[in-house]
């Protein structure tokens, strides 16, 4: 795949489109969530109220939560898709899940 | 109006010449020979019998029942001819429906049915015409049969000029079971006579009650509902019906669809209401009858390739509608019944009407034939999906207000939710064969060769037929007032005796 | 004298046919929304078009707040809808897509019940013409199904409006007071259209099924109709915060396992719902602001994210997740537009969900539903994941498919570049859209807080799924199905009818086999009844059992 795309946006996202690229992605990540915890516990709480105003004051709160419920997400969907995956064509041929790819099919009808 | 312009002589013989001019204008088109002039005669004379309909309504709506005795004798031992609004408003669907149907049919009929026969079509059409219109008009139950009898045989005639051999094979069935049907319906008359004595219907109301001969009267009940079911096409009397539509010339479809089956359960729901005045056991069996009706013809419709066939096991449907509100037997009820009887003939009228015009282009009327028809025919397709629409009861059309007002009224006669349930539920069927045939027509792929044939829209007659029909239905729906306020006033006509 | 909008809308799908195809007819398409815009954009609230019904009057234009804000994003997104199918020459979708949208705007300005009534019937009726557009035999039979149950929203909507009429005599479309019979089963009717948990199915079924710009049009009216009727009817109900909440949970779930992508935004879809209903459920003043608010945004964004779905759909000629990949190359102002669609629906700073999905959020909060709270919050973490990662991850980066196409077609760009630029815009400057919401609450959502842990909770999200990416245990993109509670009626319900039927049958074949006489034998055609043709001897059985029972019986009950 060396050929080059014609756009310049795709030729400069093709530079991180690579095993180095994301793991560069990934550590940038980590360092901008770990300053958003920092930050986060330094700047002045005035507006929450409820448990918004309890949660604040815990440093990067909403940072752990999104991370643990996103993983709990994907592990959960992980182990509902045992009992719940059918073949493409288990509702055929009255749903449309398993009809053939139509290229460029709709766009003059 | 009328009875500012007729002479008060004309009005009063108004109820004869409703049935004598079809009547004695039915021989004349065997004079006429094959020519254009059959056509134009038959037409001119369903345009009189209409305007006579018309009239009568007229006359009937102002004050008090036209009543007529025939050759002067007086009833009860002449036979009497008597309109009260029950079975004006019946008289006035039959007679316009004959003259919109004969006034597209011109080169339907020119199609289908050889030269050599249009006049004897002609005769037999005027003849059916006569016996739906006197079965309707009389108030002798023998005088009924009679007309009954003089509808169906030509009936038979008529299915049988039909192009397909299985037309005479579908106008046999019918015939053999129509005439079961008028046996069984005579012999109870006959028995009905023996037990009291009179044929005149408002005087068999009066001696019922008081005769003594409980069993005969009972059997010549069951045997005048089963009898006249049959002429009904009440579940599960109904099989002669979905043939007889399919395979019976266009014209004659488009005839049968709107009237033939009204008459019979108008003539029913005369008995029933008016002679023998309490029936609630028997509308308990209907009940079911009925909601089986509803549900399996539904069903049935969705497994039919052929376009008449799903309409007419649509019809088979929309009677058990009728017979479902007849059975309830309150005046809501009757009403509702009425209701749906006249907006029925509208949305199925209107239907088979636009299905001659894309027959007779297409020279099919097989649905696999008719994919992505709205392409090339779109005017009849937008009629289609008019009438459609009535059928299954979308708000602005003329099967709304009969949806409607049937469920209204069997919330307030029986009071349970779960029955108003169970017939909206199978309205919804409606929906699946309507949403197949108009997912068809619109969005089908047709086939090379339907695709590149040049066809036209449907002849002008036909099409501009059955566009002012569709637009009935919708004139109807949004100002549904017209067609409630006859039906209450027949209702109560009816239930209110003779 | 001002007309109703939907007239223009209704005139317009009647002229349609006959105006030539090509650029005349897609010019006509944009004229309609913004002449029936001009009719109410800068009238003042009030009550204008009346008319009489069955002896009843009817509301054909009521103007306020509430049906404001509804009718100018209803037309904004037919407008945009109608840029993005400028190449389509297909006289069907064209009017459904009229008169579906006139029917969705009608609808929103009802100020009664009938006419409410009249306009829900008519958007099940024109939207499902949109679903059969793709013409296969799938789409056909989802489209079955789809106006099944829509028919029978409006069968329950007609007859708790008949209940309701006869109740209290009067048929304005105002809040229902108490939880009559009914208010409950118009609250069912609403339900369904709203795609309540149970009774949600048809969403995920049907929207995907549609061509590539029916889907766009299909997600912008028929469920913000009900979230408009639900708010308009029933705030404040407290049931509606729970259901509320398990519409937000639900589809997470199934979003991360789904292979379709447009099945994916539905889901997406299903879930934004949620909050919307939340925020009609508190009914408080800065819930009922956050409802409209975010409806506003989500009709936006939700397009941008379909529309950029139907680009690919159109282009690479499928949209699931294990088929594509790569499309960077190809495609990246697609892309663009549909990371900008997945930044507002995951409410990233500067982007219109962050300024929406707040006000709810804040609701929530004020009126003490902490459980719910954190639900919400899970959802927003969870809708970020599938909307905002998954699906530009998936479409276009991910492993190159092999897929090499052409960019999609200039109409397409420039409707989605418009919607982005709206996105973006609200983001940015929410005053505009902060004016026109019902009450007036003054609310900044760019304070130090609100920005520093939303992206917390949008950064670690994104931590987790590359965490989850790198470790392999992220689940893979398989063609697939998943069983939802349609399984009732898919599989379910017809192997049951066909078991029973086929149990009738035998049981009738089982008796009269030994019968001797042939005669009696006719009693094994039951199938007549279904309308298979058999002789005339098993019509003639009939008719004489029909006698038999109703001789019995009048014998019997005398």
Known sequence: MNEQPRFLLSRLLQRIDSPLGAKRIYYVLLVVCGLLVVVGALIPHHDAYGMGAIVARIPGFYGIYGFVMCALLVLVAKALRRILMRPENYYAPHAIDSEEIQKDGESST | MFATILPAALLAQLPVLQVAIPLLAAPVCVLLGRGRWVHDFSLLVTAVVAITSLALLQLVLGGGDASYALGGFAPPWGIEYRIDPANAVILLLVSVSGFLVLLQSRTSIEAEIPKQKHPLFYTAFLLCLTGLLGVAATGDAFNAFVFLEISSLATYALVATGKSPRALTAAFRYLILGTIGASTFVIGIGLLYMATGTLNMSDLATRIPASPHHAVIQAAFALIIVGLGLKAAIFPLHFWLPNVYTFAPMVVTIFLAATATKVALYLLARFVFVIFEDASFAGMLLMPLALLAMFLASLAALQQGNVKRILAYSSIAQIGYMFFALALASTQAVAAAWLLMLTHALAKGGLFMAVAGIALQTGSSNLDDWKGIAKQMPWSAAVMVVCLLSLVGVPLTAGFVAKWSLLVAIFSTSGSIILVAVVAAASLLTLLYAGKILETIYLGTPDEQRATANLREAPLAMLVTAMLVAAMNIYFGLNGTVLSDLSNRAALALLSGF | ?558
């Open chain 3, 1 to 558: 004298m001002s007309i109703p909008p939907f007239l223009f809308y209704l005139a317009g799908a009647l002229v349609l046919p006959l105006i030539p195809k090509g650029v005349m007819r897609s010019l006509f398409l944009l004229l309609v929304p913004v002449l029936a815009l001009t009719q109410f954009v800068l009238l003042p609230f009030g009550e204008y078009a009346n008319a009489e019904l069955y002896g009843y009057t009817l509301i054909l234009m009521r103007l306020d707040a509430l049906a404001y804000a509804f009718s100018l994003i209803f037309s904004i997104a037919a407008f945009l809808a109608a840029l993005f199918a400028w190449h389509i020459r297909d006289t069907t979708q064209q009017v459904a897509t009229l008169v579906y949208s006139g029917a969705a705007i009608g609808a929103v300005q009802a100020g009664d019940l009938i006419t409410l009534f009249c306009f829900w019937e008519a958007t099940a009726f024109a939207s499902v013409f949109l679903v059969w557009a793709r013409r296969t035999t799938g789409a056909y039979f989802t489209g079955l199904r789809y106006l099944i149950i829509q028919m029978l929203s409006g069968l329950l909507l007609l007859a708790g409006v008949i209940l309701h009429i006869n109740a209290t005599g009067s048929n304005l479309f105002v809040q229902f007071p108490d939880m009559s019979l009914a208010a409950v089963l118009i609250l069912l009717a609403f339900g369904i259209k709203c795609a309540f948990p149970l009774l949600h199915d048809w969403l995920q079924d049907a929207y995907p099924a549609s061509t590539a710009t029916g889907t766009v049009v299909l997600s912008a009216f028929t469920t913000k109709l009900a979230v408009y009727a639900l708010a308009r009817g029933f705030p404040g109900l407290e049931v509606l915060v729970y259901i509320g909440a398990l519409m937000t949970l639900f589809p997470i779930f199934y979003a991360v396992i789904e292979n379709d992508l447009r099945r994916v935004l539905a889901f997406s879809l299903n879930n934004q719902l949620g909050f919307m209903v939340v925020g009609i459920g508190i009914g408080t003043p800065l819930a009922l602001n956050g409802t409209v608010a975010h409806a506003f945004c989500h009709i936006l964004y939700k397009a941008l994210l379909f529309m950029s779905m139907g680009a690919v759909l159109l282009r690479a000629g499928t949209t699931k997740g294990s088929e594509l990949g790569g499309l960077y190359k190809s495609m990246p102002y697609t892309m663009i537009f549909c990371v900008i669609g997945a930044a507002s629906i995951s409410a990233f700073p500067l982007f219109s969900g962050f300024i929406s999905k707040s006000l709810i959020l804040s609701a929530t909060d004020k009126q003490g539903y902490t459980l719910v709270w954190l639900a919400l919050l899970f959802a927003s973490a969870g809708v970020f994941h599938h909307s905002g990662i998954k699906i530009p991850y998936f479409a276009f980066f991910a492993h190159d498919s092999g897929i090499r196409c052409r960019e999609a077609p200039w109409n397409m760009l420039l409707a989605m570049g418009l919607t982005a630029l709206l996105c973006v815009g609200i983001g940015i400057f929410p005053q505009p859209l902060y004016n026109i919401l019902p009450y007036d609450i003054p609310y900044f959502p760019y304070t130090a807080d609100h920005v520093v842990f939303q992206l917390q909770l949008l950064l670690f999200s994104a931590l987790a799924f590359t965490v989850l990416m790198r470790t392999g245990i992220y689940p893979p993109e398989l063609r697939s199905v998943n069983l939802s509670s349609d399984i009732v009626y898919r599989k379910w319900l017809p192997k049951f009818l066909l078991w029973t039927w086929g149990g009738i049958e035998q049981f009738i074949v089982s008796i009269t086999t030994p019968l001797r006489r042939e005669s009696w034998q006719a009693f094994r055609n039951i199938g007549i009844v279904l309308g298979n043709d058999r002789g005339s001897g098993a019509m003639l059985l009939w008719v004489g059992v029909l006698l038999v029972l109703l001789l019995t019986l009048t014998y019997v009950a005398r």
